[in-house]
């Protein structure tokens, strides 16, 4: 494989990117069904499934109540649901493959590291401690602080500001082709990471500047890169 370019900056999605994480929505809905619906084996639509991985928190599980008409208040459901994530980003947690190797080989040559994330700032936190790759990232921002989900191209654009990097030198890793397709719209740089919890890879792929497929992991990132 060719080298792909010179790179300043690091924008990483945490969920399904550096983590494996996506699982946990099978506790989610699980919790969902015995909480709200005394049916533990709730399952939404696929259209809504989908929809809710891009989308902060709060937003996705408004969302899903408004659909299943679940309680009065969302904010019920969101809480509920911060605390299945919480207590399986504290207690079940791990890295992607390759995810600790490749982040030290980008930091100690000096690349900018920051995640841009649809969890709730807390939350990633918890995730990135949990996994020992806290120490390699500048900052979080998510599109909890932003207001805006991945389908817009914000919360990189404000990584990107944080970093104080350019477009043309800031690469942005993810598993999801709407914020993949949202950021290269935008002008970065973009590596799509295969998921199996994730949906659409071939779109992921197409919306990729370099696709991590099914089979590979991040160690085959390093070397592949210029520094400037």
Not at 63 to 80: F, G, P
Not at 138 to 149: A, E, F, P, R, Y
Not at 175 to 196: M, N
Request: hydrophobic share 40%; with cysteine; aromatic share 12%.
């Amino acid at each position: 494989m060719d080298k792909l370019g010179a790179i300043r900056g690091g924008i990483f999605d945490m969920d399904g990117t550096l983590i494996n994480s996506l699982i946990v929505w099978e506790d989610i809905w699980r919790g969902i069904g015995r909480i709200f619906l005394s049916d533990e084996s709730f399952r939404p639509s696929y259209e809504v499934d989908k929809a809710v991985r891009t989308l902060a928190l709060s937003d996705a599980m408004a969302l899903v109540n408004r659909t299943y008409s679940l309680t009065e208040n969302s904010e019920d459901v969101t809480l509920a649901v911060s605390d299945i994530i919480r207590d399986f980003y504290e207690n079940k947690l791990e890295p992607k493959a390759g995810a600790s190797e490749f982040l030290e080989y980008l930091s100690s040559n000096g690349v900018k590291l920051c995640i841009a994330s649809a969890s709730a700032p807390d939350l990633a936190r918890v995730a990135l401690r949990r996994c020992q790759l806290e120490k390699y990232f500048l900052g979080i921002v998510t599109c909890v602080d932003i207001g805006k989900g991945k389908e817009h191209p914000d919360v990189f654009l404000a990584a990107k500001d944080f970093l104080g990097t350019e477009l043309e030198d800031t690469f942005v890793f993810e598993d999801s082709f709407v914020a993949l397709e949202s950021a290269k719209r935008a002008g970065f740089k973009t590596v799509g990471v295969y998921d199996r919890c994730n949906f659409d890879h071939d779109r992921l792929e197409r919306s990729s500047n370099y696709f991590l497929g099914e089979g590979t992991d991040f160690k085959s990132l390093i070397g592949k890169f210029d520094f400037v």
